[in-house]
């Protein structure tokens, strides 16, 4: 079973190592786990425009193929201009509408300030409804201060709702995977 990670960001490394964050505590609740991480920065995806998957560059092609062949997901943005990151918006745009049908996806946004803290909800999760994922209830909002010198989480209560994020992310795969 294999859980991956996208970080929507190409600038910082914020948003990567929230995500990652979340990638090693799943790792550390089941050793079996598969986990990778995309960080956009390190990919060249080119921007859509209408040619078939096998016309676009070699990086393009590899990032949708790992996102075709995972079994679930966490994806991170940061809020820019109060909405989630254009070089996300534009991978989303090369992926099949139903890329995560029945596929459990949890969020992570971060933000300058606590009033686009429902950025995640209003604008991603929609987003990912088209896609027909499955998206979990213990999203997590980050305030960009609440990261230390070296980009790492600081606050407890963070690291908790993360913890919170990877119990019900590794539960309804699991559920699912039963059925």
Do not use: C, W
Not at 21 to 29: F, G, N, P, T, W
Not at 77 to 84: D, E, G, H, K, M
């Amino acid at each position: 079973m294999k859980l991956l990670g996208i970080s929507g960001d190409i600038v910082g490394k914020k948003t990567a190592n929230a995500v990652n964050e979340v990638l090693i505590k799943a790792k550390e609740q089941n050793p079996d786990l598969e986990i990778e991480l995309i960080d956009l920065k390190n990919f060249n995806v080119e921007f859509v425009d209408g040619r078939p998957l096998e016309k676009y560059n070699n990086d393009t092609k590899s990032v949708v193929n790992k996102i075709l062949a995972a079994d679930f997901f966490i994806i991170g943005t940061p809020v820019y201009q109060a909405s989630i990151t254009g070089v996300l918006k534009n991978l989303f745009d090369h992926l099949p509408t139903d890329v995560f049908k029945s596929k459990v996806v949890g969020m992570i946004t971060i933000a300058g300030t606590d009033k686009h803290f429902l950025v995640g909800e209003m604008q991603l999760k929609p987003i990912l409804s088209f896609f027909k994922a499955i998206t979990v209830t213990q999203n997590v909002f980050i305030p960009s201060n609440s990261f230390d010198e070296q980009n790492q989480i600081k606050e407890l209560d963070i690291q908790h709702r993360i913890e919170n994020l990877v119990d019900e992310l590794l539960f309804v795969q699991k559920r699912l995977k039963e059925k």
